[in-house]
């Protein structure tokens, strides 16, 4: 207030001083000193003001750059709402925030993660001229090849209701069936040689489809989990490159998961609810929407969600998951849907891959002979629901889970035939919202990887790109997408987008650019203007520990004191939250090896956040933020198990599924 009463009194000087020179009629001999003074005085005090100014601009701008890997939060972080649309202008091209987050840039190919680029690809060796011998079209089966002596069936699998039975039929020879699920089979004396699972999809109707005249654009969403950004373009270039080209893609470097695993990422996708809780950078506190109690032992068909509002808005929808443990099933057991929430699914022919008993049926899905995996399958049953509802709108949403989860080279085998599945219906995909995306990044990778910085990106960076219909690209909504871009982005806002598209859209026909504010929701779309606050990790809904934003850090693992406090404290804080959870008699207890890594990231007067990642000798390796406060109270965020756990924690499922623990019986 100061500078500001100094500014205002030199201003108030001036304006006397100038009233004085310009009025001739009053008299300055006799007070010429007077004014004199004055003048001088208010010079000295303009002088000063802005002196002051200067100092206090510099003082700023050298702690900014200087302290640029210390996360102090910033002034107006402390004035204006977190996840609000209040700002002080609409004009988007008038920025007058600075987001505070850089997302570092390395090469693709940085030799520092070249050891880790191994290929993996189920299909080496196998035959691309092999054939299947039997198929499914226009309701009939028919064997394809004959051969004398050998004899072929097929059998129907149905799922009437979506958690009811399994119902399997007798095997039947070739002929009319309105069987959407089939598992043919051949035997040559009595020895099966051949098994392979058909789709077809018979037509359904939506009562709250107006007309049969498609009047909104299709929406596509291919996600591939467990791909990052970097992932996408190594693995997928001439997909990427295509998309960029031919349906003008945009890229979305800087998007960042908000939870850990696929099922708590993909509830803030579909219901717009954060069930995992941790800490913003800051300190401030992200609680959860739902718990585990609410989203886990309650079905959740009541619940408004994405499907919901597709099917609505009179859309034919079609949920893909290539894995029998759905999604929202998975870690920890959980209810889902009691219901089918789309008009179609692929879940019964990964159910018939779990629940068959023929062997050569399963195999025919490991890629090892035909080539063929369970996503080659899911793309199949994509394109003939396409090719059914040619004249109706569309929703997909393809979440495809083995490809790239384990590997960091897994996604390579996909460049291929999703390149050939778009050019040959590019039509189709020209002329529509497309998404291609993951759920969080990389999770296979070793703690020694994940200390850098690249291994931070392919950990916490999803990849994400998107493209709008051809004919809403020249009417504002293209620009605005490609200036989001550049911003820090979620899985909130790619939701607020979904329902922009959905229900807000249509009616500018998709030309409304102007800011919105979805109520209830913690997201801005990206086809519109979002708010001037910043975006960074102290203001949008990002738990710390999977913030992108770069962020300088010094190396403290060579305290021994600090980290051997640290490391004991965090072991103590997984007994306790196993114990909270009552799986502590099925789990290991845990005996400290060492600390690989130990970073301070933060520092905020007497208030430290430390990075560290931690091994045991059962093996297990847990990764965490840790705030040390003034007081000496630790305050963990949440915990990542980072080795390759697989199967060590399904002891717990039963009881309350966490993967901090080891099971003792395995």
């Not at 990052?228 to 998309?243: A, F, N, Q």
């Not at 979620?490 to 504010?517: C, E, G, W």
């Amino acid at each position: 207030m100061a500078l500001h009463d100094n500014m205002e009194s030199t201003s108030l000087l001036l304006d006397y001083e100038d009233s004085v020179g310009r009025d001739p009629g009053i008299c300055k001999s006799s007070n010429s000193r007077r004014y004199s003074n004055i003048k001088s005085l208010s010079y000295l005090i303009f002088a000063f003001s802005a002196a002051s100014f200067m100092v206090l601009y510099m003082a700023i701008t050298w702690r900014s750059t200087k302290y640029e890997n210390v996360s102090v939060p910033p002034v107006l972080n402390q004035v204006l709402p977190i996840f609000t649309n209040e700002s002080s202008s609409n004009n988007y091209t008038n920025q007058i925030f600075n987001d505070g987050c850089t997302v570092p840039i390395f090469d693709l190919y940085d030799e520092s993660e070249k050891p880790y680029l191994i290929p993996h690809d189920n299909t080496i060796g196998c035959d691309p001229n092999w054939k299947p011998l039997t198929e499914l079209s226009n309701g009939s089966w028919r064997i394809t090849e004959e051969k004398e002596g050998r004899i072929c069936k097929a059998r129907c699998y149905e799922l009437p209701v979506l958690t009811g039975p399994f119902l399997i039929s007798d095997w039947f020879p070739p002929g009319p069936t309105q069987c959407e699920f089939l598992e043919a089979a051949c035997w040559e004396n009595d020895r099966e040689v051949y098994g392979y699972i058909h789709t077809q999809i018979l037509p359904k109707t939506n009562e709250k489809t107006k007309t049969n005249e498609k009047i909104v654009p299709d929406v596509f969403v291919i996600l591939i989990d467990s791909m990052s950004s970097r992932m996408m373009k190594r693995s997928l270039p001439k997909t990427v490159k295509y998309m960029t080209e031919q349906f003008q893609a945009v890229d979305f470097p800087s998007y960042s998961q908000v939870a850990q695993r696929s099922q708590v990422n993909a509830l803030p996708l579909w219901f717009g609810k954060q069930v995992e809780a941790g800490t913003m950078q800051g300190g401030r506190e992200i609680e959860v929407d739902w718990t585990e109690d609410e989203y886990c032992k309650n079905y959740l068909d009541d619940k408004p969600n994405m499907f919901k509002d597709f099917t609505d808005a009179g859309y034919m929808t079609n949920y893909i998951d290539d894995w029998f443990y759905q999604t929202l099933w998975a870690n920890p057991d959980c209810k889902g849907f009691q219901n089918y929430h789309s008009s179609h699914t692929f879940f019964p022919f990964v159910k018939i891959f779990e629940k068959t008993d023929l062997y050569i049926t399963k195999e025919h899905l490991r890629g090892r002979i035909s080539c063929r995996e369970s996503y080659s399958a899911a793309l199949e049953y994509f394109e003939k629901f396409a090719d059914l509802y040619k004249d109706r709108p569309k929703f997909v949403w393809y979440w495809s889970v083995h490809l790239a989860h384990d590997f960091l080279m897994g996604a390579d085998r996909l460049d291929k035939p999703l390149l050939k599945f778009l050019q040959g219906n590019s039509e189709m995909f020209d002329n529509a919202f497309v998404v291609l995306m993951a759920d969080h990044g990389w999770r296979s990778g070793t703690t020694e990887f994940y200390a850098t910085e690249i291994g931070n990106l392919e950990h916490h960076n999803p990849a994400f790109m998107m493209s709008v219909p051809k004919k809403y690209r020249d009417n504002g909504i293209l620009e605005v997408l490609t200036k989001n871009s550049e911003r820090l982005q979620t899985h909130y806002d790619l939701r607020a987008t979904l329902l922009d598209i959905v229900k807000y859209q249509p009616s500018s026909q998709f030309s409304n650019t102007t800011l919105l504010k979805i109520p209830g929701e913690k997201g801005h779309s990206l086809l519109r203007e979002q708010p001037l606050t910043p975006r960074n990790c102290e203001t949008l809904p990002i738990i710390q520990d999977y913030c992108i934003c770069k962020s300088k850090s010094i190396d403290m693992k060579y305290d021994t004191k600090l980290s051997n406090r640290l490391a004991t404290a965090l072991i103590n804080y997984v007994h306790e939250t196993l114990d909270e959870l009552n799986v502590t008699s099925q789990c290991h207890k845990y005996e400290f090896d060492k600390v690989t890594a130990l970073n301070i990231i933060s520092l905020n007067g007497a208030k430290a956040t430390y990075k560290i990642t931690v091994k045991t000798k059962q093996p297990a390796i847990f990764e965490t933020l840790v705030t040390d406060n003034e007081t000496g109270k630790l305050e963990f965020g949440a915990i990542e198990r980072v080795d390759r756990y697989g199967t060590t924690t399904y002891c717990t499922k039963k009881t309350h599924y966490t993967p901090l623990c080891y099971c003792k019986e395995l």
